[in-house]
């Protein structure tokens, strides 16, 4: 029989300023897993598709400008998010 691998994820859900981040990076830090911001995931994407001169509004032109870039994720507090080459992100 084959064995499996599974990846661990656990997300917290919640509203904005509701201490998600922050229980989050506790929760990995006690279990000694990554922490992965997807927040600031999101918002390197975002920035990204704002800098290529893509439409916000336009979901399919953001996603087409996006979805080649290579995301890095950077540990330590706080996970660094670097999309490509761009020190900006």
């Known amino acids: 029989m084959e064995t499996v691998n599974l990846l661990k994820v656990i997300a917290i859900d919640g509203p904005s300023a509701s201490g998600k981040s922050t229980t989050a990076r506790e929760v ?3 279990l000694g897993w990554q922490y992965i911001d997807t927040g600031a995931m999101y918002r390197a994407l975002g920035y ?9 509004k336009d979901a399919k032109v953001s996603w087409d400008v996006v979805r080649d870039f290579d995301v890095e994720l950077r ?8 999309l490509g080459k761009d020190p900006d992100t």
Do not use: E, T
């Open 28 to 30: 990995a830090r006690r």
């Open 75 to 82: 540990p330590g507090d706080p996970v660094r998010v670097f």
């Open 48 to 56: 990204a598709a704002l800098k290529a001169g893509a439409d916000p």
